[in-house]
């Protein structure tokens, strides 16, 4: 059994983080879940559940500002869809050949070494031109993200942030687009994973028992920290996360 009082710890500790950096919780819970003695497939569901109820609250918060660009959400569900079906059937294959908790934590720790080294490049490399339009990677990058939703969890602020950043000049937009298809991929992908059993409520919702006072926390927190040295700090914290779930993966 995993410790509860425990998740909810992690979970604050990881809500004031995000509060503070803006990079998505996924790359620090899923992988803290993995490490625990979770096994990955209950990892990954329950931190869609966990995600769902986060990303739609917030997402609420930004419609009811108007600050969701409809367009480039729309387009975005085209690519993530596809890649949520693609994701799915291999996910199904895999169950049926007994391998899922293995290609779950391979997927986990490969895309936080990706993700970690995109902050990574990201921090000392220029800030991207701003198109201010759907881009041509739209469609592409979605594909990605909906596919790495589904089998890590991670994907929908620590990979489309970087994007959405490259073609959109509103924060603000930029933020509540965000988060508005992160809740809809979450979701998608939670109703999935419950479907194949792979979801556990008490997990996620000690996760999000702790998460919440950890926003509030890291939002008080922010004006005297500087936000990027602590993203580098997390990008560092992430690629370890990653190497140490596949170092992880032989024990599987």
Known sequence: MIDLLLLSTAG??????????GIGGASLTTPLLILMGVEPRIAVGSDLLFNTVNKGLGSALYMRRGDIDLTVLKNLFVGSLVGLAVSSAM????????????VIAVAVGVV???????????????????????GRGLLSTSFL????IQLTSVGAGSMLMPYLMKVMSSPRKMVGTDLAF??????????????????DPAIAGALLMGSLPGTVVGTRLNKGISRRSLRLLLSVMILVAGVSVLVNCYRL
């Open 182 to 199: 992160g809740f809809t991929t979450s979701l998608l992908g939670c109703l999935f994973h419950m479907s194949i059993g792979g979801v």
């Open 12 to 21: 604050f500790v990881v809500g004031v983080l995000v509060a503070l950096s």
């Open 112 to 134: 936080l070494v990706c993700v970690s080294l995109l902050h990574i490049y990201r921090f000392f490399g220029e800030e991207p031109e701003v198109t201010d339009g759907a």
């Open 91 to 102: 996910i199904e294959y895999f169950r049926e050949i007994s391998l899922l908790n293995e």
């Open 145 to 148: 993200v909906g596919l790495a």
